[in-house]
């Protein structure tokens, strides 16, 4: 069975600022997927970067970016020059391939609140 | 750029009734899920759903739930008889395909039982 887990239920960080949300998985899996989802206040939830595990280069999105250890099976999330706009609920996700339909794993989310 | 809808987006329902919860996926995407959120909890996948048929689906999906794309366009939940702890937000999402595709989330459908 897959999971995850995010330590840190809420966060904040101050505006400009720099923060990082951490986010641990588990599996037997050697082929897969690992996504930050931000869900804002109103709800939809949004792609932020994704990983695949294959990759050893992080992948990084504008202020966004990752640390993948794939051996520490650690997947933590940087956001750079933090924006009001980044306060949301983050989501850590593991995706496992399957030739059915892939199957998301999902943590409990950290709470994120950027102070202006 | 093309997205998941969900209606309706809050649905309020007596307990022991039936409710049917809708999305409409993104046109060429061929592979169908559903997740739900209980409020403060994390999103748990239900079903997924692809070729007209079921391809997995986790233990919460029981006797009770089930899934149909009825129209080539829509792709539907029933909750046949509804209990207090169905009560979360329910997503929809679909992928193109299967290995390199990301799921792209619907706004959600809020579930209320009383």
């Known amino acids: 069975a897959q999971t995850v887990t995010q330590s840190q239920p809420e966060m904040s960080v101050q505006e400009a600022e720099t923060v990082t949300l951490s986010c641990t998985y588990d599996t037997s899996e050697s082929n897969y997927y690992l996504f930050w989802y931000k869900q804002p206040p109103s709800r939809q939830m949004i792609l932020v970067i994704r990983q695949e595990a294959y990759k050893q280069q992080n992948a990084t999105e504008n202020r966004f970016s990752v640390n993948f250890q794939k051996a520490a099976k650690s997947f933590s999330l940087k956001i750079s020059d933090s924006q009001l706009g980044d306060t949301a609920m983050y989501f850590c996700a593991f995706m496992k391939l399957s030739n059915t339909g892939n199957q998301f794993y999902f943590g409990t989310g950290t709470s994120l609140t950027v102070i202006p | 750029e093309p997205e998941v809808t969900q209606t309706p987006s809050h649905q309020v329902t007596q307990m022991g009734q039936e409710v049917i919860l809708r999305c409409v996926p993104i046109?060429?995407?061929?592979?169908f899920y559903w997740y739900r959120q209980i409020l403060g909890q994390k999103v748990e996948f239900l079903v997924s759903?692809?070729?007209?048929?079921?391809?997995?689906k986790s233990e919460i999906f029981d006797d009770q739930f089930s899934v149909e794309r009825p129209d080539g366009s829509n792709f539907t939940l029933k909750i046949r008889s509804t209990k207090l702890e169905d009560s979360a937000m329910y997503f929809c999402a679909s992928t193109v395909g299967l290995v390199t595709d990301t799921q792209y989330f619907g706004p959600g459908t809020r579930l209320t039982v009383l």
């Open positions: 759903f692809y070729n007209n048929e079921i391809s997995e």
């Open positions: 046109s060429n995407h061929l592979y």
